[in-house]
Protein backbone atom coordinates (compact mmCIF):
# COMPACT_ATOMS: atom_id res chain seq x y z
CA UNK A 1 0.00 0.00 0.00
CA UNK A 2 1.18 3.37 -0.99
CA UNK A 3 0.97 5.78 1.75
CA UNK A 4 0.87 9.45 0.53
CA UNK A 5 3.07 11.86 2.79
CA UNK A 6 1.29 13.95 5.36
CA UNK A 7 2.13 18.32 5.27
CA UNK A 8 1.10 20.47 8.13
CA UNK A 9 2.56 23.62 8.66
CA UNK A 10 3.16 24.71 12.76
CA UNK A 11 2.27 27.37 14.83
CA UNK A 12 2.18 27.96 18.31
CA UNK A 13 -1.86 28.16 19.07
CA UNK A 14 -1.32 31.02 21.59
CA UNK A 15 0.29 33.29 19.37
CA UNK A 16 -1.23 34.81 16.09
CA UNK A 17 0.61 34.73 12.60
CA UNK A 18 2.06 38.66 13.23
CA UNK A 19 3.47 37.56 16.22
CA UNK A 20 5.28 34.61 14.92
CA UNK A 21 6.86 36.67 12.04
CA UNK A 22 7.90 38.73 13.79
CA UNK A 23 9.32 36.98 16.28
CA UNK A 24 11.05 34.70 13.55
CA UNK A 25 12.53 37.69 11.65
CA UNK A 26 9.00 38.14 9.82
CA UNK A 27 9.11 34.44 8.68
CA UNK A 28 6.44 31.73 8.70
CA UNK A 29 8.10 28.11 10.08
CA UNK A 30 7.17 25.12 7.88
CA UNK A 31 7.39 21.93 8.84
CA UNK A 32 6.58 18.86 6.92
CA UNK A 33 7.56 15.10 5.94
CA UNK A 34 9.39 15.08 2.14
CA UNK A 35 10.73 11.92 0.62
CA UNK A 36 10.49 10.44 4.21
CA UNK A 37 12.69 13.00 6.05
CA UNK A 38 11.71 15.61 8.42
CA UNK A 39 12.03 19.16 6.70
CA UNK A 40 11.96 22.31 8.51
CA UNK A 41 11.78 25.79 6.25
CA UNK A 42 11.16 29.01 6.77
CA UNK A 43 9.28 31.86 4.48
CA UNK A 44 9.60 35.09 4.65
CA UNK A 45 6.59 37.46 5.01
CA UNK A 46 7.92 39.03 1.92
CA UNK A 47 8.32 36.28 -0.36
CA UNK A 48 5.01 35.41 0.71
CA UNK A 49 3.47 38.06 0.07
CA UNK A 50 5.43 39.60 -3.04
CA UNK A 51 6.47 36.39 -4.73
CA UNK A 52 4.30 32.75 -3.44
CA UNK A 53 0.90 34.73 -3.06
CA UNK A 54 1.13 36.89 -6.54
CA UNK A 55 2.57 33.53 -8.48
CA UNK A 56 -0.75 31.83 -7.21
CA UNK A 57 -2.76 34.37 -8.29
CA UNK A 58 -1.37 34.64 -11.63
CA UNK A 59 -1.91 31.05 -12.56
CA UNK A 60 -5.39 31.32 -11.04
CA UNK A 61 -5.80 34.46 -13.53
CA UNK A 62 -4.48 32.10 -16.17
CA UNK A 63 -6.82 29.38 -15.75
CA UNK A 64 -9.52 31.72 -15.33
CA UNK A 65 -8.63 33.16 -19.05
CA UNK A 66 -8.05 30.01 -20.07
CA UNK A 67 -11.65 28.19 -18.91
CA UNK A 68 -9.77 24.39 -18.52
CA UNK A 69 -6.45 23.30 -17.02
CA UNK A 70 -3.47 24.68 -16.29
CA UNK A 71 -0.14 23.42 -16.52
CA UNK A 72 2.92 24.83 -14.97
CA UNK A 73 6.50 23.52 -14.66
CA UNK A 74 9.18 24.12 -11.90
CA UNK A 75 12.93 23.15 -12.94
CA UNK A 76 14.92 23.28 -10.53
CA UNK A 77 18.71 22.07 -9.71
CA UNK A 78 19.00 19.13 -6.90
CA UNK A 79 19.51 20.69 -3.37
CA UNK A 80 17.30 23.77 -4.02
CA UNK A 81 14.77 23.28 -1.80
CA UNK A 82 11.80 22.94 -4.42
CA UNK A 83 9.64 20.08 -3.28
CA UNK A 84 9.25 21.95 0.03
CA UNK A 85 8.47 25.33 -1.96
CA UNK A 86 6.00 23.31 -3.59
CA UNK A 87 4.19 21.47 -0.77
CA UNK A 88 4.04 25.17 0.82
CA UNK A 89 2.18 26.56 -2.15
CA UNK A 90 -0.31 24.03 -1.97
CA UNK A 91 -0.54 25.01 2.00
CA UNK A 92 -0.87 28.72 0.44
CA UNK A 93 -3.76 28.03 -2.21
CA UNK A 94 -5.38 26.18 -0.47
CA UNK A 95 -5.65 29.12 2.37
CA UNK A 96 -6.66 31.65 0.21
CA UNK A 97 -10.20 32.73 -1.30
CA UNK A 98 -8.95 34.44 -4.16
CA UNK A 99 -6.24 31.83 -5.36
CA UNK A 100 -7.49 28.07 -7.07
CA UNK A 101 -6.01 25.30 -5.10
CA UNK A 102 -3.17 23.58 -6.79
CA UNK A 103 -2.13 20.44 -7.43
CA UNK A 104 1.36 18.93 -6.85
CA UNK A 105 2.71 16.15 -9.06
CA UNK A 106 6.88 15.18 -9.58
CA UNK A 107 9.02 13.87 -12.48
CA UNK A 108 10.61 11.61 -9.81
CA UNK A 109 8.51 8.79 -10.75
CA UNK A 110 9.56 8.70 -14.07
CA UNK A 111 12.41 6.88 -12.76
CA UNK A 112 14.01 4.10 -15.49
CA UNK A 113 12.94 0.75 -12.82
CA UNK A 114 16.26 -0.31 -11.02
CA UNK A 115 16.37 -3.85 -12.72
CA UNK A 116 16.43 -1.28 -16.12
CA UNK A 117 19.20 0.68 -14.70
CA UNK A 118 20.93 -2.68 -13.40
CA UNK A 119 21.17 -3.68 -17.32
CA UNK A 120 21.53 -0.51 -19.56
CA UNK A 121 24.63 1.58 -19.88
CA UNK A 122 25.30 5.67 -20.19
CA UNK A 123 28.01 8.18 -21.20
CA UNK A 124 29.76 9.92 -19.11
CA UNK A 125 32.90 11.72 -19.22
CA UNK A 126 33.69 9.88 -22.86
CA UNK A 127 33.31 6.47 -20.24
CA UNK A 128 30.55 4.24 -20.18
CA UNK A 129 28.79 3.32 -16.87
CA UNK A 130 25.80 1.12 -15.73
CA UNK A 131 22.89 3.59 -15.54
CA UNK A 132 22.65 2.73 -11.66
CA UNK A 133 25.98 4.44 -10.82
CA UNK A 134 23.99 7.78 -11.71
CA UNK A 135 20.62 7.20 -11.13
CA UNK A 136 19.18 10.58 -10.91
CA UNK A 137 21.14 11.76 -14.29
CA UNK A 138 18.68 12.99 -17.52
CA UNK A 139 19.68 10.10 -18.99
CA UNK A 140 18.11 7.68 -15.90
CA UNK A 141 14.12 9.20 -16.45
CA UNK A 142 11.58 7.63 -19.22
CA UNK A 143 11.68 10.49 -21.02
CA UNK A 144 8.91 8.84 -23.35
CA UNK A 145 6.09 7.99 -20.30
CA UNK A 146 6.90 11.72 -18.74
CA UNK A 147 6.23 12.98 -22.39
CA UNK A 148 2.73 10.81 -22.33
CA UNK A 149 1.71 11.78 -19.30
CA UNK A 150 2.63 15.45 -19.50
CA UNK A 151 0.35 15.24 -22.96
CA UNK A 152 -2.99 13.94 -20.87
CA UNK A 153 -2.40 16.56 -17.56
CA UNK A 154 -1.80 19.50 -20.59
CA UNK A 155 -4.85 18.14 -22.18
CA UNK A 156 -7.02 18.43 -19.06
CA UNK A 157 -7.40 14.65 -18.63
CA UNK A 158 -8.46 12.87 -15.48
CA UNK A 159 -5.04 10.57 -15.32
CA UNK A 160 -2.82 8.42 -13.10
CA UNK A 161 0.69 10.12 -12.43
CA UNK A 162 3.26 7.86 -11.12
CA UNK A 163 5.59 8.33 -7.46
CA UNK A 164 8.95 7.11 -6.97
CA UNK A 165 8.88 4.80 -3.52
CA UNK A 166 11.78 5.24 -2.02
CA UNK A 167 11.95 1.98 0.15
CA UNK A 168 11.63 0.26 -2.94
CA UNK A 169 13.94 2.73 -5.01
CA UNK A 170 11.52 2.04 -7.73
CA UNK A 171 8.22 3.85 -8.83
CA UNK A 172 4.84 3.18 -8.56
CA UNK A 173 2.67 3.59 -11.55
CA UNK A 174 -0.63 5.25 -11.42
CA UNK A 175 -0.13 6.12 -7.06
CA UNK A 176 -2.04 9.25 -7.58
CA UNK A 177 -4.45 10.57 -10.02
CA UNK A 178 -4.63 14.41 -11.52
CA UNK A 179 -8.03 15.85 -12.08
CA UNK A 180 -7.20 19.64 -10.54
CA UNK A 181 -7.51 22.63 -12.16
CA UNK A 182 -3.93 24.19 -11.79
CA UNK A 183 -1.28 21.84 -11.91
CA UNK A 184 2.64 22.30 -10.79
CA UNK A 185 5.31 19.61 -11.65
CA UNK A 186 8.54 19.85 -10.33
CA UNK A 187 11.85 18.39 -11.28
CA UNK A 188 15.29 19.02 -12.05
CA UNK A 189 14.73 18.52 -16.27
CA UNK A 190 11.77 19.71 -17.03
CA UNK A 191 12.93 22.59 -18.53
CA UNK A 192 16.59 21.13 -20.00
CA UNK A 193 17.74 22.52 -23.23
CA UNK A 194 18.40 19.08 -24.28
CA UNK A 195 17.15 17.41 -27.39
CA UNK A 196 14.33 15.70 -26.56
CA UNK A 197 13.68 17.56 -22.99
CA UNK A 198 13.40 20.96 -24.47
CA UNK A 199 10.01 19.64 -26.13
CA UNK A 200 8.05 19.39 -22.89
CA UNK A 201 7.79 22.85 -22.28
CA UNK A 202 5.32 23.20 -25.05
CA UNK A 203 2.63 21.52 -22.50
CA UNK A 204 3.18 24.64 -20.25
CA UNK A 205 0.99 27.43 -19.55
CA UNK A 206 4.02 28.89 -17.04
CA UNK A 207 7.06 28.06 -16.52
CA UNK A 208 9.30 28.54 -13.27
CA UNK A 209 13.10 28.00 -12.48
CA UNK A 210 14.96 28.36 -9.41
CA UNK A 211 19.02 29.02 -9.46
CA UNK A 212 21.53 29.27 -6.93
CA UNK A 213 25.28 29.55 -6.00
CA UNK A 214 26.94 25.69 -6.76
CA UNK A 215 28.18 25.97 -3.41
CA UNK A 216 25.20 26.79 -1.96
CA UNK A 217 23.68 23.49 -3.10
CA UNK A 218 26.92 21.81 -2.58
CA UNK A 219 26.31 22.34 1.15
CA UNK A 220 22.57 21.49 1.32
CA UNK A 221 23.33 18.16 -0.36
CA UNK A 222 25.44 17.13 1.83
CA UNK A 223 23.55 17.77 4.40
CA UNK A 224 20.35 16.39 2.92
CA UNK A 225 22.66 12.88 2.85
CA UNK A 226 23.95 13.07 6.42
CA UNK A 227 20.23 13.37 7.51
CA UNK A 228 19.37 9.94 6.13
CA UNK A 229 22.45 8.53 8.32
CA UNK A 230 25.24 8.39 5.60
CA UNK A 231 28.75 9.55 6.81
CA UNK A 232 29.62 13.24 6.16
CA UNK A 233 32.56 11.90 4.03
CA UNK A 234 30.72 9.36 2.18
CA UNK A 235 27.74 12.22 1.32
CA UNK A 236 30.70 14.50 -0.04
CA UNK A 237 32.01 11.82 -1.83
CA UNK A 238 28.80 10.95 -3.35
CA UNK A 239 27.59 14.45 -3.96
CA UNK A 240 31.17 15.35 -5.74
CA UNK A 241 30.51 12.53 -7.97
CA UNK A 242 26.97 12.17 -9.10
CA UNK A 243 24.80 15.34 -7.74
CA UNK A 244 27.12 18.26 -8.38
CA UNK A 245 27.05 16.90 -12.19
CA UNK A 246 23.71 17.18 -12.29
CA UNK A 247 23.73 20.41 -10.54
CA UNK A 248 25.51 22.23 -13.22
CA UNK A 249 23.56 20.49 -15.98
CA UNK A 250 20.58 22.21 -14.31
CA UNK A 251 22.37 25.76 -14.04
CA UNK A 252 23.59 26.14 -17.53
CA UNK A 253 21.33 24.23 -19.63
CA UNK A 254 17.78 25.14 -19.21
CA UNK A 255 15.68 27.04 -21.01
CA UNK A 256 14.41 30.39 -20.87
CA UNK A 257 11.29 31.18 -18.06
CA UNK A 258 8.56 32.89 -17.36
CA UNK A 259 9.84 33.18 -13.52
CA UNK A 260 13.19 32.99 -12.27
CA UNK A 261 13.37 32.71 -8.41
CA UNK A 262 17.24 32.83 -6.73
CA UNK A 263 18.04 30.54 -3.25
CA UNK A 264 20.27 32.65 -1.30
CA UNK A 265 22.44 31.87 1.55
CA UNK A 266 19.64 32.68 4.57
CA UNK A 267 17.66 29.81 2.27
CA UNK A 268 15.21 32.21 1.03
CA UNK A 269 13.89 33.16 -2.65
CA UNK A 270 14.12 36.29 -4.56
CA UNK A 271 12.84 37.12 -7.81
CA UNK A 272 15.22 38.18 -10.72
CA UNK A 273 13.40 39.69 -13.71
CA UNK A 274 13.07 37.38 -16.22
CA UNK A 275 12.72 38.24 -20.29
CA UNK A 276 10.05 35.23 -20.68
CA UNK A 277 7.94 37.11 -17.75
CA UNK A 278 4.43 37.59 -17.66
CA UNK A 279 2.88 40.46 -16.87
Known sequence: MFVRVCINVYLKPEKTYSKICKERRRQMIYKAEINGLPVEAYYSEDSIQNIFLPLLRKLTEIQKQKGGRVLAMLAAPPGSGKSTLLNFLQHLSETQKDITPITIIGMDGFHHYQKYLDCHTMIRDGQE????????????????????????????????????????????????TVDGDIVIIEGNYLLLNWEGWKDLSSYADYTIKIVADENLL???????????????????????????????TCLRDSLSVNLVLELIVDDSYRKIESPGEMK
Not at 141 to 157: A, I, M, N, W
Not at 162 to 170: K, L, T, V
Not at 227 to 239: L, M, T
Open 218 to 248: KNRLVNRKTQSGISKEDAERFVERSDLYNVR
Open 129 to 176: YLMKEYKGAPETFDLSLLTERLKKVSGGEVCGWPEYYRIAHDPIDDAI
